[in-house]
């Protein structure tokens, strides 16, 4: 299979304005919440990106018509008939994608029966089904081992029960949402996530007439119903994308206007980004992020479940740290493995050292672990090309953005997997002035 791979004349500061649509990590689960009812379900702001065109496959495959205006950013479901698809056509479709696992409270409801693929991902932790898969059994699902992955069952439906998770995982989170709505009885959900994401679910699965309570506590109550009907939703901005062209601005000496970035949902990062020495202007349907001249600032971060500073913004700040004067310190305490990135950087020139030991204040899950999950990056530190290879969603598009900052012609390799979680990233860089060149071996 061919190799899509860039050519990265960097040095140059990206200045213009860009459109960022829907979240990527609401989305998708958004579509999924669509198989609750037979009745058709619009929702807008919807980008085009590989992670929706694989839910939407996964959709079609079960029998759900799915319509995408992709100019107008519009997907109109409506479930129909479902049914179970070959297993190998799931696997096929579903790749790496996490997403199958959601499918599973919607389908347990609807057909009696779920299957799960293996599941891909970024490697940059752990990210068990074990959560998802004990929290439908507590429901009465019952599971069964096949060669190409797991075959579900809900002899007798699906019993609302308490849930408590030792730690506040979005997917458990999600999982939960989408069984307990049409469970018998009333849900406790202790622990939960309670990203602008969920939130974003939660009000859509209200629309749909579901009975859901959250908590200041991180309690969520949701009272089952007999019924659901189709929604009409525009989703909330993609924050995680925002918080990138953000940084890329920083990192290149650059002014970039995020055309749909809202402020509510980055208080935390634009307290970040104002400490290190960014500055931005809060529009009506803007964002605009600049560097002003003259000297970043080394901080230390921690990154933590909202509302904390989420990890998805860590990688490609580390990118800008390793401009700024001094010594910055990062503990990632969400994901163990999410400074693999680094090394790639210090081949840039930057200076980096991770660290097992938690150098920060906030209790982690990875104490004495032997995760390197903290970094000391020492700046600033010239950045030159390279010859990169993506590792990760994020990790790769933290690599673009120091090629970016970087002098001389960088190569960067596997940057398909951008395309999961960045909207048009190509045409968005050459919309910013970027020197870059997409080569297929």
């Known amino acids: ?32 919440a669509a198989l609750l009812t037979a009745e058709t379900s619009v929702l807008r702001n919807v980008p085009l990106l590989r992670d929706v065109d694989v839910t939407a496959q996964l959709l079609r495959a079960h029998g759900a018509q799915v319509d995408y205006d ?48 293996d599941l891909g991902g970024c490697h940059i932790g ?29 002899p007798r439906g699906l019993r609302a029960r308490k849930v408590h998770l030792p730690y506040p995982s979005v997917g458990a989170t999600e999982q939960t949402l989408l069984a307990a709505v049409l469970a018998r009885g009333v849900t406790e959900l202790s622990g939960a996530a309670v990203e602008p994401e969920i939130i974003d679910l939660i009000a859509v699965l209200q629309k749909m007439g579901a009975l859901i309570t959250v908590d200041t506590d991180r309690t969520i109550h949701i009272e089952g119903v007999s019924e659901l009907h189709g929604y009409r939703h525009t989703a909330l901005p993609d924050r995680i994308e925002a918080g990138s062209w953000a940084c890329a601005a920083l990192a290149t000496r650059g002014d970039i206007t995020v055309r749909g970035a809202r402020q509510a949902d980055m208080m935390n990062f634009l307290n970040i980004y104002r400490k290190v020495g960014g500055q931005f202007e809060v529009c009506d349907d803007a964002i605009r992020f600049w560097h002003p001249g003259g000297a970043l600032r080394s901080i230390p971060i921690e990154t933590d479940v909202h509302p904390g500073f989420m990890t998805d913004w860590q990688q490609p700040m580390v990118v800008a740290l390793t401009q700024a004067e001094g010594v910055s310190v990062v503990h990632e305490t969400v994901y163990e493995n999410r400074f693999g990135f680094t090394e790639a950087l210090n081949q840039m020139g930057a200076h980096i050292q991770v660290y097992s030991e938690c150098l920060g204040s906030k209790k982690c899950r990875f104490g004495r ?4 999950h903290s970094a000391v990056i020492q700046g600033p530190t010239p950045l030159h090309a390279a010859d990169i290879e993506v590792p990760d969603l994020r990790g790769g598009f933290s690599h673009l953005i120091a090629a970016l900052a970087a002098e001389g012609e960088s190569t960067v390799r596997g940057i398909d997997i951008i395309n999961r979680g960045y ?19």
């Open 1 to 32: 299979m061919a190799e899509t791979k860039l050519k990265v004349r960097g040095g140059k500061p990206l200045r213009g304005e860009i459109l960022v649509r829907g979240a990527k990590n609401f989305v998708p689960k958004a579509m999924v």
């Open 369 to 372: 672990e032997n995760f390197f």
């Open 70 to 117: 992709q100019d107008a950013g519009v997907l109109s479901i409506t479930p129909g008939t479902l049914r179970l698809p070959d297993p190998n056509r799931v696997n096929t479709v579903a790749g790496s994608s996490r997403i199958p696992i959601l499918f599973c409270g919607p389908l347990l409801h609807a057909l009696g029966e779920a299957f799960i693929p």
């Open 423 to 441: 909207e048009h990233f190509m045409h968005k860089l050459s919309a910013l002035g970027a020197d870059v060149e997409k080569i297929t071996d």
């Open 126 to 154: 752990s990210r068990p089904v074990d959560f998802h898969l004990s929290v439908l059994e507590d429901f009465g699902a019952v599971r069964n081992a096949q060669d190409t992955g797991l075959h579900l069952t809900a």
